[in-house]
C-alpha cells in the first residue's frame, strides 16, 4: 500500500524520502506531540497537516493538539505577534493575566499527554506557557518561533523570555530571528507542502478561468501580491510601484490578493486604506479571499507574470515559497526570510523602496525571457531547499540531537 | 584514533565499504558581528565548528548553489560590508588546502587583520546586516548498504544521496589524516592496486561545486577508471 511518504517522492526525489526513513529509524515508537493555536488557516496549521501524518509514516507516534482561548486571550497573543516583530504594542495586566490563564486551562486536559511525551514542539507564543503548566514532564519541550523576532518590543520580549528560557531548545527560521536563550537555538527554515491545495499542479482551464472570474486581461502582463492586509507587507507600497511603471509599461494589471479582516482590526484599516489608494485605477485589483481559497490563489499565482512580496518586515515569507515554486520570479522586500529565498538576478530581486520594486518591474516585464529562466531556477530552489520533505529532515535531526546529546557529531552508525 | 568508514572483515581480509549517510542541522551560537572588527574578535575565540560551518555548511544547508561566493564570510564582506576587496580575498580561500580548521581559522585572521590595517574606517563600519556566527551538529547513520569491492562500489555510487557524499568526501576530511575521503582510504588497503584511482580522486577539489556536481564528478570519475582498466 503506498503511504502519504511515497506520495512526496515523485516531487522531492526517491532519495530524499529514503534519507528520511533512515534518519527516523531510531525514533521508532518515540511520543512526540505539536501544540499550536488553531487547526486551519495560518502557515503553522498549513505546516502541521502534512508534517505529523508525515512522521506518523516514519513510525514515530506524533500527534498534534490545538489549545484554544477566548477573544482576549487571542487579542494578547495578537499583540504579542506584533510586538515580537517590532511594533511598539502595550499588553495591559488585564490581557497577560487572560493569557496566563487560558494556558493553565488548557494545561488541565493536555497535561496527562504532553507530561509523558518524549518530545513537545510548542508553536509560537500562544500555548508557550504550557510548560510551566506541566511539571512532571518527563521529555524535552522545543519552543519553535515562527515570527520574525530579531528586534522585537523589550517589554513584550521579556514577558515571554522568562517562560520560554526553561525549554530545552528552540527553533528559529533564521539565525537573524536567534534571541538570548539559555539552551541550543536551532535554526530551521519552513516549508511548503508541493501537494497542497495551494502548490499542487492544475488544469491549464482552471488556471485560465481566473481572469474572467476576476475580470483580468489574458493578454496583458498580470503582477501578483498575496497576502494579509497588514503595514508589514506595505500593500501601499505596491501600488506606488505599480503607479511608476505604470508610466513606462501602461498595459499591466495589478492583483492584491488577501484574506478577510475579521479577526484583525488593524488588518481592517489597512484594507480600507489600500481600497482608498487603488479606488482611481480600475487595473488595481482588490481581492478579498476567504481562507480555504487556496487552489484559487494557486491558480493566481500561476497566472501571474511577477510575483510581488514587498514586504517591510518578513518572518519567513511562505508566499514567495509559494510563487517560487510555480516557476514565478519574485520582486521582494529586502527583510527578513525573504533575503533567503530571493536571489538577485537568479530567482528574482531584493529591494526596499517602491521605486526599487518599479525599477525591478520594468526590467522584468522588458525581458520576458528573464521571467522564464529565473522562474525556472527559482522553482529547482525551491525544490532542493523549501519543500516540506526537508523541514521533516530538519525536525528529525533535531530530536536526535536531542536525544543523542548536545555535541556537534553524533554518530549513529 | 581516526573513524574510519570501513569495516573490518571477520576473515581479516580487506573490510567492506560501509556507505554511511548524514544530516546538519544549524544551530545559532548567539555570536553575531556587526563590524569587521567585532568579526575579527568572534572568530579568535568561536568554536571551530563555526568555522566548519560557514565554509562546509552550505553545502547541506539551504543556499543557492550558483553563489557569488563561496563562503559565508566573503558573501557577508560583499553584500553587508560592500568592501569587494575584502570579499575577493577571502573568498579565494579554499578550506581544502588546510589541514586542520585551526590553520584555516589563522587564515581567515590573517586576510582580515591586513584588511583592518589596510583601511582607517574599517574597523567602525557598521555592516548593514550583521554576521551570524552559527555552528552545526551532524548526525550520521548506516545506510545498510555495503561495498565489498571497487566494482560494487562503482554500481552503489549513483544510488547513494549528495549527503553520502558529504559524509564521504568532504566531512571525511575532518576525520582522516591528510584532508582525506573515505574513498581513497578504503581503496589504498587493497595493497596500491588502486593507487591511480586514488590520485584521481585525491586530486579532486570538492568545493567551488555543489554536492551534484561533485556527485557527478565522484561517479563519471570511477566509471571512467574502470572503463580504462576494463580495455
Redesign the interface.
Known amino acids: 500500500m503506498t503511504n502519504l511518504l511515497d506520495t512526496y517522492a515523485d516531487v522531492a526525489g526517491q532519495?530524499?524520502i529514503?534519507?528520511l526513513r533512515?534518519?527516523a529509524?531510531?525514533l521508532r515508537g518515540m511520543k512526540v506531540i505539536h501544540v499550536n493555536s488553531t487547526r486551519v488557516g495560518g502557515g503553522v496549521a498549513e505546516i502541521l497537516t502534512k508534517l505529523v501524518p508525515l512522521m506518523r509514516d516514519l513510525e514515530i507516534d506524533a500527534s498534534w493538539e490545538v489549545i484554544t482561548g477566548n477573544e482576549d486571550f487571542f487579542q494578547c497573543t495578537k499583540n504579542m505577534h506584533n510586538a515580537l516583530q517590532g511594533d511598539h504594542v502595550r499588553i495591559s495586566e488585564h490581557l497577560f493575566n487572560v493569557y496566563e490563564q487560558v494556558n493553565r486551562e488548557n494545561a488541565q486536559h493536555l497535561r496527562p499527554r504532553l507530561e509523558e511525551a518524549d518530545f513537545v514542539f510548542i508553536h509560537d507564543p500562544q500555548p508557550a506557557l504550557l510548560l510551566q503548566n506541566c511539571p512532571q514532564r518527563r521529555g524535552k519541550w522545543i519552543w519553535r518561533c515562527h515570527i520574525d523576532a530579531s528586534h522585537p518590543y523589550r517589554p513584550v520580549w521579556k514577558y515571554l523570555q522568562q517562560f520560554v528560557s526553561s525549554y530545552d531548545a528552540s527553533i528559529?527560521s533564521l539565525?537573524?530571528f536567534?534571541k538570548?536563550?539559555p539552551h541550543?537555538?536551532?535554526?530551521?527554515?519552513p516549508s511548503i507542502d508541493p501537494l497542497s491545495e495551494k502548490n499542487m499542479d492544475l488544469p491549464a482551464e482552471e488556471v485560465g478561468a481566473v481572469y474572467d472570474e476576476f475580470r483580468l486581461d489574458p493578454q496583458r502582463p498580470l503582477l501578483l501580491q498575496v497576502s494579509r492586509f497588514d503595514r508589514f507587507k506595505d500593500p501601499l507600497g505596491v501600488i506606488q510601484a505599480f503607479r511608476i511603471v505604470k508610466k513606462f509599461v501602461p498595459d499591466q494589471q495589478l492583483v492584491l490578493a488577501g484574506g478577510g479582516a475579521s479577526d484583525d482590526p488593524e488588518g481592517e484599516a489597512v484594507l480600507r486604506e489600500v481600497m482608498e489608494a487603488a479606488a482611481a485605477d480600475p487595473d488595481i485589483h482588490i481581492l478579498l479571499l476567504p481562507p480555504d481559497a487556496h487552489r484559487k490563489i494557486n491558480a493566481l499565482q500561476r497566472a501571474a507574470d511577477i510575483i510581488l512580496q514587498k514586504s517591510i518586515k518578513e518572518g519567513f515569507g511562505l508566499t514567495v515559497t509559494e510563487a517560487m515554486w510555480k516557476g514565478k520570479p519574485v520582486i521582494g522586500g529586502d527583510t527578513g526570510g525573504i533575503c533567503?529565498q530571493v536571489?538577485n538576478f537568479?530567482?528574482g530581486f531584493l529591494v526596499s523602496t517602491p521605486e526599487g520594486a518599479a525599477l525591478r518591474i520594468r526590467y522584468l516585464l522588458r525581458h520576458p525571457e528573464k521571467i522564464i529562466e529565473m522562474g525556472g531556477k527559482a522553482r529547482e530552489?525551491v525544490r532542493?531547499?523549501?519543500l516540506l520533505t526537508?523541514h521533516l529532515?530538519?525536525y528529525?535531526?533535531?530530536i536526535?540531537?536531542l536525544h543523542?546529546g548536545?555535541?556537534?557529531?553524533?554518530?549513529?552508525? | 584514533m581516526t573513524?574510519s568508514t570501513v569495516q573490518p572483515s571477520p576473515d581479516g581480509n580487506h573490510g567492506d565499504f560501509?556507505i554511511?549517510?548524514c544530516?546538519?542541522?544549524?544551530?545559532?551560537t548567539?555570536n553575531r558581528a556587526m563590524t569587521l572588527k567585532e568579526l575579527r574578535d568572534a572568530l579568535k575565540t568561536i568554536?571551530e565548528?563555526s568555522i566548519y560551518y560557514h565554509f562546509w555548511g552550505g553545502l547541506l544547508q539551504?543556499?543557492?548553489?550558483?553563489r557569488e561566493y563561496s563562503n559565508d564570510f566573503a558573501a557577508w564582506a560583499w553584500r553587508h560590508l560592500h568592501d569587494a576587496d575584502l570579499a575577493e580575498r577571502l573568498a579565494v580561500i579554499d578550506p581544502v588546502e588546510f589541514d586542520t580548521l585551526e590553520a584555516l581559522r589563522g587564515e581567515l585572521l590573517e586576510i582580515i587583520e591586513e584588511r583592518l590595517e589596510e583601511k582607517e574606517y574599517l574597523p567602525w563600519q557598521q555592516a548593514t546586516?550583521?554576521f551570524?556566527l552559527?555552528?552545526?551538529?551532524?548526525?550520521?547513520?548506516?545506510?545498510h548498504k555495503r561495498a565489498a569491492t571497487p566494482e560494487e562500489l562503482v554500481l552503489l555510487l549513483p544510488?547513494i544521496?549528495?549527503?553520502s557524499i558529504f559524509y564521504h568526501f568532504i566531512d571525511a576530511r575532518r576525520r582522516l589524516p591528510h584532508r582525506g575521503n573515505d574513498f581513497s582510504f578504503w581503496l589504498a588497503g587493497f595493497d596500491g592496486r588502486y593507487q591511480e584511482l586514488c590520485n584521481r580522486l585525491n586530486a579532486i577539489d570538492p568545493y567551488f561545486g555543489s554536492l551534484t556536481d561533485l556527485k557527478k564528478e565522484l561517479n563519471g570519475l570511477f566509471q571512467e577508471y574502470f572503463r580504462e582498466v576494463a580495455r
Open positions: 532519495d530524499v529514503n534519507h533512515q534518519l529509524r531510531p528559529f539565525a537573524g536567534a538570548s536563550l541550543p537555538q536551532y535554526i530551521i527554515p533567503l536571489i537568479n530567482t530552489f532542493d531547499n523549501f526537508r529532515r530538519e528529525l535531526t533535531l536526535l540531537g543523542y548536545a555535541g556537534d557529531r553524533i554518530d549513529l552508525s | 573513524e560501509v554511511r549517510d544530516a546538519l542541522i544549524a544551530i545559532a548567539g568554536d565548528g539551504p543556499r543557492f548553489e550558483e546586516a550583521p551570524e552559527t555552528r552545526s551538529q551532524i548526525v550520521v547513520f548506516d545506510t544510488h544521496s549528495s549527503s
